[in-house]
């Protein structure tokens, strides 16, 4: 059985021909401890490492000649106090959860997911390199990543710089080329 909001994403943005990334998610979580949540694990398989319109790039765990496996190597990122503070008031305890980068945009925006708790309950923070003055360069999205790749995709929600084509179709572009 397919996650919700993988079916859905399927639905408006066509998989790769190629196919997506074969992980042995197992072998992952027994040698970092790190656990991944289902969603993200079914996009890795349908997907694999690519971009969404040419602008959001998806990092997976390595997989050999993608450049896009650099999941695992992505550090905790260094923010400013004042990043970490905005993204504080944002969330419920004011407390900063261990943040991991899953995504970037063509602008440099950075999609993390707030790990906290189970993995299938992380929720995604996206920071915006690029807003208006006064306004928050974070948004706080209480879903997984493709609840947040369906969302941005049909303008429930704007998180990134830009907007993804509007234009209503919307292409995956696999590492693979196909």
Known sequence: MTHPAVDRLRELLPPPSSGGDAV???QIERT????????????VE????GEIDEYLSVSTPPVPGSPYGDLLV????????????????LLPEGALPPLL??????SSDVAFWLREGAPD????A???RQTPHGTSRWTVFDGGVAALCVAALTG???PFSEQLSASGRHEFVSWRGA
């Open 101 to 106: 980068p899953f995504a970037d945009s063509a």
């Open 74 to 89: 992505r550090a905790e990122p260094a923010l400013s106090d004042r990043d970490r503070e905005e993204l504080g008031a």
């Open 24 to 26: 042995d998610w197992e």
């Open 46 to 49: 349908l997907y694999g490492g």
């Open 126 to 128: 996206v920071f915006r």
């Open 121 to 124: 309950g992380w929720r995604a």
């Open 156 to 158: 429930e929600v704007r």
């Open 32 to 43: 970092t401890g790190l656990a991944f949540p289902a969603d993200y694990r079914e996009l």
